[in-house]
């Protein structure tokens, strides 16, 4: 069964009071284990996209599943347990809070969901990322790397059966992007998770299994590896 699962999904928004469609009926399936890596202009609907599947936003029409299940019928409630228990999120701009070390970001998404064993948790994924012995380091002590590595952790914590991520390596360089694309693609197919990623870099379109070429929020091309 598909984790995730977009059936013709269209969003518009209202833009100075005009109608602005950022998708328009985008059908879609990742399975566990498989990378989907949209690309496309800035503006023609990833981001929206991802915020859809991550239940952040609604489709105007059309539906989006998780592991089988809609997200427009839900509670808000039961949102928030989607979110917190199903999807993992990784931004460009890492996001950790910079007053707490590599091991206390990681495990705070099991503490405020008053989760046991959150400190161990949080060191199995450190290590799975590579991180062994930085767990005490604060984000300034960090490379740009090493904090995309907290922030992956962190996102896959609670072992979430979806991973989004909004342009991983935008603010690494070339070699360190590329680790961390390794890194992304090791623990995709690892831990069965569908990753779902946003990016503009060639070297992330690379490692697709599915390559989605989005232009003014159609598909304008579908490519399975």
């Known amino acids: 069964m598909a984790l995730v699962e977009l059936r013709n999904v269209v969003k518009d928004y209202l833009s100075d009071g005009q109608k602005v469609r950022a998708l328009d009926g985008v059908s879609l399936t990742a399975a566990p284990g498989e990378i989907v890596v949209l690309v496309g202009r800035s503006g023609c609907g990833k981001s929206t996209l991802l915020n859809l599947v991550g239940a952040m936003d609604f489709p105007s029409s059309g539906e989006v599943f998780l592991d089988g299940q809609p997200t427009s019928p839900c509670s808000e409630e039961a949102l928030t347990r989607i979110r917190r228990d199903k999807i993992g999120f990784i931004f460009q701009s890492f996001q950790l809070l910079h007053t707490l070390t590599a091991v206390e970001n990681v495990e705070l998404p099991l503490l405020l969901a008053a989760r046991s064993n959150a400190r161990k948790a949080a060191l199995d994924r450190l290590r799975d990322v590579e991180l062994d012995g930085l767990e005490h380091r604060l984000p300034h002590q960090l490379s740009g790397g090493q904090m995309q590595r907290v922030a992956i952790a962190r996102a896959l914590v609670n072992s979430p059966r979806v991973l989004l991520a909004d342009e991983p390596t935008g ?51 579908v490519q399975r590896k």
């Open 171 to 221: 603010n690494l360089d070339t070699a360190t992007g590329n680790a961390i694309l390794e890194l992304l693609l090791r623990l995709t197919r690892e831990q069965r998770t569908a990753t779902l990623m946003a990016t503009h870099s060639a070297e992330a379109a690379a490692i697709a299994d599915v390559l989605v070429t989005l232009r003014d929020g159609k598909f304008a091309d």
